[in-house]
């Protein structure tokens, strides 16, 4: 969850590292902190609250320059955010800083021994231990990536350690179990980042380091050993988004550019998916079709939006394939004793690659011997690494904390997915799959038209700045949208708003409703199956109760004009792709309210990115 920067090189290490801090700010904004190697000593600052708190405490008392150093931000764990708390920290002699991701499951044991042996320890953290320890290595007469080697022996849990020692600047060190890590490869310069755009302003060339490692960067080289000590092998790669990716581009906030991105992010993942023959392709696949037809049931497994975007991939897959599906909570998955064999496909859905809950739901899978096909957005994580394939969302980077372009990005791989399955196994012919790959090609230009309308959407927003609570109704592939409407509202506006599948309006949910309680309903498109009539009739049972009436219909449907307070328009698609245009005016709505309540609305509070401990 946190941020980590590290750096060696000519530069001023202070001015690399405040500015990675900056783009990773959105992973950890509880403290933050900056530890330099100079002089032979250790100089430092660490501040509770955002970033901008340490940038004034340091323009107020400036560190001494210096050419390698690390940086956090910090997501608390173990103990309030405080100053006392925040990262770095440093031993009884400040011989080392180390800054952290993630939990050392036994640190309270490892700070016994050493308040047993008199050490006074500072913080309530599960840090300041290791530092303690990695200190005492280094005393001991051990250079620091022996230190860290002999350290990471002693703990347990997921973690990614960086440390300097301030009689060396030649060295960083870090460690990474379970937690996530990446090198960027400079000229004269190394990086360290928990994600590339801590590095990405200077360097596009990268590293991925494999689990259980420790790497060393200095000037000239990276060295990368196994928590054995053996030399091992880090994978390089080629960054292909730039800098201004990771800006506002104009926008008040990352999460608008972001919403206004999904046209090109949808089509960004369509990319590439088909043969010359018309054949889908998924590159990273990496299961035989033999493997893919012995599948039987599949298990979807995610969180948060991730998690509906799920619900939506079971209605497209059972549709086009008639295989069963599950879709599971990653946090519940592993605890309730799930039946998989060899002839279960889980799906593993995260935008990041590192949610702790679908990693360990993941490894689970692979011990009953069930295949892994993992929806990502980050190339290297770790997640896809452990996984038997990949699907690539290809978003581009997500700043904001609420998911949007990832939600979208994660239902076009999902379909990719469920149409892949069927040209597999049969169940449907290649000129449906045609039929249905075209209809995915155009939704880039339908959700630019469902965007260049948002103004009727901001204007809705302006009309419940003093709403306290919001329902969402859907039916079908609608009844995840509305949860993720809902979710949006709550991670945002923070005020109460459910979700519901409107059949159940009447076995208790209906008790809600009351005079002016606005009501969004995702109606579906007019079908064979009376879908959209029967979401018409849950409509009607409500406004007859007083609520107000806000109604996603396709074009053309006129029937729902007497039923509604407020219409807003969606492009025709079918029912199973409607998800991918009626989500974005909820996303919308929410940023536009969620900013007319002066909410900060790339940080809400509480939450981070990516939940990277369970």
């Not at 006392?84 to 939990?103: D, E, F, L, Q, T």
């Not at 849990?157 to 960027?184: E, W």
């Not at 696949?285 to 012995?294: A, G, K, V």
């Not at 509906?308 to 998955?333: C, D, N, Q």
């Amino acid at each position: 969850m946190c941020g980590i920067v590290g750096y060696v090189g000519e530069k001023q290490a202070q001015d690399v590292v405040i500015a990675g801090l900056r783009r990773l700010e959105y992973r950890g904004y509880d403290s933050a902190g900056v530890a330099l190697v100079a002089g032979g000593v250790i100089a430092s600052d660490k501040r509770a609250g955002k970033l901008a708190n340490l940038e004034k405490a340091i323009a107020d008392h400036p560190l001494p320059g210096s050419t390698i150093g690390i940086g956090h931000t910090r997501w608390a764990t173990h103990g309030a955010p405080t100053d006392a708390n925040a990262h770095p920290h440093s031993g009884g002699v400040r011989r080392v800083a180390v800054v952290h991701n993630g939990i050392i499951e036994n640190f309270a044991e490892l700070r016994g021994e050493l308040e047993a042996a008199d050490h006074v320890l500072l913080s309530e953290t599960d840090t300041e231990v290791a530092a303690q320890l990695l200190e005492l290595l280094v005393l001991s007469g051990l250079d620091l990536t022996a230190a860290m080697l002999q350290l990471v022996a002693r703990l347990e849990g997921a973690f990614t350690l960086v440390a300097v020692d301030a009689h060396d600047r030649s060295r960083v060190v870090a460690a990474r179990r379970n937690s996530p890590l990446v090198v960027g490869i400079g000229e004269g310069e190394n990086f360290l980042g928990s994600d590339v755009s801590a590095f990405i302003e200077h360097t596009r060339e990268a590293m991925e380091l494999g689990q259980d490692q420790v790497v060393t960067i200095t000037r000239d080289g990276v060295e990368v050993l196994n928590f054995d000590g053996t030399p091992a092998e880090g994978r390089r790669y080629h960054v292909d988004w730039d800098l201004s990716a990771a800006e506002k581009d104009g926008h008040d906030w990352f999460m608008r550019k972001e919403i206004h991105e999904q046209p090109r992010a949808v089509a960004d993942s369509l990319l590439g998916r088909r043969t010359p023959e018309g054949h889908l392709h998924l590159d990273e696949m990496r299961l035989s079709d033999q493997e893919l037809r012995d599948v039987d049931k599949v298990i979807i497994i995610a969180c948060g939006t991730s998690f509906y975007a799920g619900m939506v991939a079971k209605y497209a897959i059972e549709h086009w394939t008639r295989v069963p599906v599950e879709v599971e909570l990653a946090s519940e998955f592993r605890y309730r004793d799930p039946i998989l064999d060899y002839s279960t496909l889980v799906v593993a859905i995260s935008q990041s690659g590192e949610t702790a809950d679908t990693l360990q739901a993941i490894r689970h899978a692979r011990t009953q011997r069930s295949k892994v096909l993992a929806i990502c957005n980050t190339n290297g994580s770790t997640i896809p690494r452990e996984s038997d394939a990949v699907i690539y969302t290809h978003a581009g980077p997500e700043i904001g904390v609420a998911s949007t372009k990832g939600f979208l990005t994660q239902l076009v791989a999902c379909y990719l997915l469920a149409l892949y399955l069927a040209q597999v196994k049969g169940t449907r012919y290649g000129d449906e799959i045609d039929q249905v790959m075209q209809q995915l090609e155009a939704i880039p230009e339908q959700v630019q038209r469902v965007l260049d309308d948002a103004a009727q959407v901001y204007d809705m927003a302006a009309d419940h700045v003093g709403t306290r609570s919001v329902l969402f109704l859907g039916r079908h592939a609608g009844y995840p949208v509305a949860l993720e409407g809902a979710l949006k509202l709550k991670e945002l506006a923070y005020i109460h708003a459910e979700g519901f599948a409107a059949g159940e309006l009447k076995h208790g949910p209906i008790a809600l409703i009351e005079e002016g309680l606005p009501v969004l309903c995702v109606v579906p498109p007019a079908g064979r199956d009376q879908l959209r009539d029967k979401m018409v009739s849950g409509i009607q049972e409500v406004r007859a109760r007083g609520a107000r009436t806000i109604c996603l219909v396709e074009d053309g449907d006129d029937a729902i004009t007497p039923y509604a307070d407020v219409i807003i328009r969606l492009p025709k698609v079918p029912v199973l792709l409607q998800p991918l245009v009626a989500v974005v005016p909820l996303q919308l709505f929410a940023c536009e309210l969620a900013t007319l309540m002066g909410h900060d609305v790339d940080q809400p509070r509480n939450l981070a990115k990516s939940v990277t401990v369970e």
